[in-house]
């Protein structure tokens, strides 16, 4: 059973139109989720940390919030250079050496 | 500031050949370290990761092993490539005895098995 779900598998969106990614998760004893971009060919660079329900996190078009069950990463007004995948994962009590489990992504594209 | 360093960026072997994959970690001290692979449109499958020189733990049984010979070098390797082997190939670092648990990503390397 899937423990980190992303969806949609596949956003394309108009320049300048907000939209919502989601991460689910089905795990217990959350110790924090993570926001990743990964551009094609590179290695996932790091967003954010969000560690518990109600928390929110901002970097310039993109705002990442949290519940018990899922978080969501906000596009407001995206550009063409938001492009990317976006991966989520977690880190759980119980998972020695912090490691972290991976959701599947989001490929978004942004047309200009 | 920290940096990861991975290569080579590409390589293309033939089944049977043997492989050698370089990680190494500059700017920190005693970090853990992870080995990963992603298949083309999946996420993030962890193999191997390590929380000091010598000491390895394996997540799936498979054709590929790691060592860290030293603080900050992580080596993926393998004794014969199956066409399976085929992948992008992540390394990444976190700050060890940090509350905080992200983990920093290298730049990859991409393998083709022929």
């Known amino acids: 059973e899937d423990q980190v779900t992303q969806s949609p598998e596949a956003l394309r969106l108009q320049e300048g139109e907000s939209s919502s990614l989601n991460c689910s998760y089905t795990?217990?004893?959350?110790?924090?989720l993570f926001w990743y971009r990964q551009d094609p060919g590179k290695g996932p660079e790091f967003l954010f940390t969000?560690?518990?329900a109600g928390e929110e996190k901002e970097k310039e078009r993109l705002k990442a919030t949290l519940t018990k069950k899922e978080s969501f990463l906000h596009i407001t007004a995206p550009k063409p250079e938001d492009s990317a995948t976006y991966l989520c994962?977690?880190?759980?009590?119980?998972?020695?050496?912090?490691?972290?489990?991976f959701g599947q992504g989001t490929r978004l594209t942004i047309n200009p | 500031s920290q940096t990861i360093h991975q290569w080579p960026a590409t390589l293309v072997q033939p089944v049977g050949s043997p492989l050698s994959l370089e990680c190494t970690v500059e700017?920190?001290?005693?970090?853990?370290l992870y080995w990963y692979r992603q298949a083309a449109g999946r996420g993030l499958q962890l193999l191997f990761y390590?929380?000091?020189?010598?000491?390895i733990s394996s997540e799936v049984p498979q054709n590929l092993s790691a060592s860290r010979p030293q603080d900050r070098q992580f080596i993926l390797s393998s004794k014969k490539l199956l066409l399976s082997d085929s992948g992008f190939y992540l390394c990444?670092?976190?700050?060890?005895?940090?509350?905080?648990?992200?983990?920093?990503f290298g730049p990859g390397t991409r393998l083709t098995v022929l």
């Open positions: 990444a670092w976190r700050k060890s005895g940090s509350s905080y648990n992200e983990q920093f």
């Open positions: 795990v217990s004893g959350l110790r924090g």
């Open positions: 969000l560690y518990s």
């Open positions: 994962a977690v880190h759980y009590s119980g998972q020695g050496a912090q490691k972290l489990v």
């Open positions: 700017g920190t001290s005693n970090p853990n």
């Open positions: 390590s929380v000091g020189i010598g000491q």
